[in-house]
T-cell receptor
């Protein structure tokens, strides 16, 4: 079956602009996760959804970051007023549910803020 | 102190050799452990889970030492295709923070 898909695969934007990143999880997976990987760094957890609910948003780096998920499927991560330090690969993963720990990752969105 | 620590390498190893690397974690409440593999400019993919009793999958053996809070990965008869970054991952059961990833150990298998 289809894996996790993300779009766009690459995004170049100017500082101060808003960007929206999309993740389409594996069908039937109720848990969805967003991570960020900066160059030469490990993966940084941002937020997770169980269904449409995100119980803890404290992992988001600043209030410029927001995420939503509707219909228990597609999720969007929005970054407002982008800064150069937001440049990174944004990875989405899904799993059958929270507590089923095998997470399957999408190919990521490479964001470059000029 | 970082939650999950790994030697970043690179480990340069001749093809056919055996290579091992470790990872230490700081949170004793960590419940489950994994090794993920990440190829250059690709997403991480699960390599294997790590069980308390140790587990083996072909040429790969993973072990967990809870008392010392470290995890190991052993690769036997290394292949060129094993060249990748190996990420040590821990999960705190019930934690609201997904998986905690180490920064990875870069392995280069040389012909």
């Amino acid at each position: 079956g289809a894996g996790v898909s993300q779009s766009p695969s690459n995004k170049v934007t100017e500082k101060g602009k808003d960007v929206e990143l999309r993740c389409d999880p594996i069908s039937g997976h109720t848990a969805l996760y967003w991570y960020r990987q900066s160059l030469g760094q490990g993966l940084e957890f941002l937020i997770y959804f169980q269904g449409n609910s995100a119980p803890d948003k404290s992992g988001l780096p600043s209030d410029r970051f927001s995420a939503e998920r509707t219909g228990g499927s597609v999720s969007t991560l929005t970054i407002q007023r982008t800064q150069q330090e937001d440049s990174a690969v944004y990875l989405c993963a899904s799993s059958l549910s929270i507590g089923v720990e095998t997470q399957y990752f999408g190919p990521g969105t490479r964001l470059l803020v000029l | 102190r970082k939650e999950v620590e790994q030697d970043p390498g690179p480990f340069n190893v001749p093809e056919g050799a055996t290579v091992a690397f470790n990872c230490t974690y700081s949170n004793s409440a960590s419940q489950s452990f994994f090794w993920y593999r990440q190829d250059c400019r690709k997403e991480p993919k699960l390599l294997m889970s790590v069980y308390s009793s140790g587990n083996e999958d072909g040429r790969f053996t993973a072990q967990l030492n809870r008392a010392s809070q470290y995890i190991s990965l052993l690769i036997r008869d290394s292949k060129l295709s094993d060249s990748a970054t190996y990420l040590c991952v821990v999960n705190i059961w019930g934690g609201a923070d997904g998986l905690t990833f180490g920064k990875g150990t870069h392995l280069i298998i040389q012909p």
